[in-house]
């Protein structure tokens, strides 16, 4: 099967999508699909490689408004490709736009990762072109009952919507080095570390695990850069936890097993709908750490299941983050529990299941064609 992946990023570019597409396009190379990925450059230049398998377009680019990569580069690439299936991964407007005004593919198929969130005044714009892609969606792929039964937007498209929930390859989570792991509790000090791994963007809501960290026995390690790193650095200082909270930027993928083999808890305290499904309480699931996730209407309560496999509480509230975290640190057979269920939990949302569930709504969407 031909298939085209579109986005805006692709790895080394970090981030959940990015390595989500990366995972599935070189998993179907891998089952013999001939597979393109279309995005945009880094720069003002158009490249073309073969990674993995792979044949990665990055469309020269314009210029980045409101994290949107705009490229006239990527419409013309997606013209001059054909293919059995376009596999669109929303929300990018400009990816959303070009296949629904020049796409060539049989089917389309949309994974919706999530709403538009913050930029409101550009979604009145753009919105006559979202519902047009989205209406020529052979299938619309969402990762948990959840988000479709929380999101405006897919009210009016549940005839074309499937469930298939996201999966990781956690093998390497599941079998962390464990002197590499004791290295890194004998470095920040031995007690309980709770982990946050994430980039460091507005709807993660770092900020409130920042807040109560005061009233936590621990140290908090923050593994992630972005945009508010330093707003969050300044934050800390602010709050009087230099020593209580490590900035370590950026971890490589492979040293970040020993980091969650570390821990003792996993925290995503997220505080937008933006973060709609949250692919790191995988990789804490994977590795055994109970969790403390927020309460959004979205897939993180899907994959984090309260009791089961770590505790929900409610979002932008410190109090109950700081309230969570003390039950959890102060009970190891509760902790224990909740990771044996994680890690019981994690073994249902594997790879496999989502890859067949793909791969089922491609063929029932050219199946209608």
Known sequence: ??????????????????????????AQAAAGDDVTVLVTSPSRRTSEEHREGVHVIRAARLATIASTPLSLALPLALAGL????????????????????LGRSRATVVTYHSDVVRQRRALALYRPFMMCALRRAGRILVSSPNYLESSPVLA????????????????RFASGDPARSG?????????????????LRYYKG???LLR?????????????EGPMGEAWRALARDLGLQERVAFLGRVPDEDLPALYGAADLFVLPACERSE??????????????????TELGTGTSYVNVHGETGLVVASRDAQALEKAIRILLRDETLRRRLGEGARRRAAGLSVERMLAGIHAAYEEALAEE
């Open 1 to 26: 099967m031909r298939i085209v992946h579109i986005y805006k990023d692709y790895p080394p570019v970090v981030g959940g999508i990015e390595h989500h597409v990366r995972l599935v396009a070189e």
């Open 82 to 101: 054909r293919a059995e299936v376009a596999h669109v991964h929303f929300p990018y407007p400009v990816g959303e736009m070009a296949q629904c005004l």
């Open 156 to 171: 009016s498209l549940r005839d074309r919507c499937r469930i298939v929930p996201l999966g990781i390859d956690g093998r």
């Open 183 to 199: 290295t890194l509790r004998a470095r920040y000090g031995g007690g309980p570390l709770i982990l946050f791994v994430g980039v």
């Open 206 to 208: 770092l900020e409130y």
């Open 212 to 224: 109560a960290m005061p009233g936590v026995p621990g140290r908090l390690l923050v593994a992630g």
């Open 276 to 293: 709609a499904y949250g692919l790191v309480l995988l990789e804490a699931m994977h590795a055994g750490l109970p969790m403390v996730s």
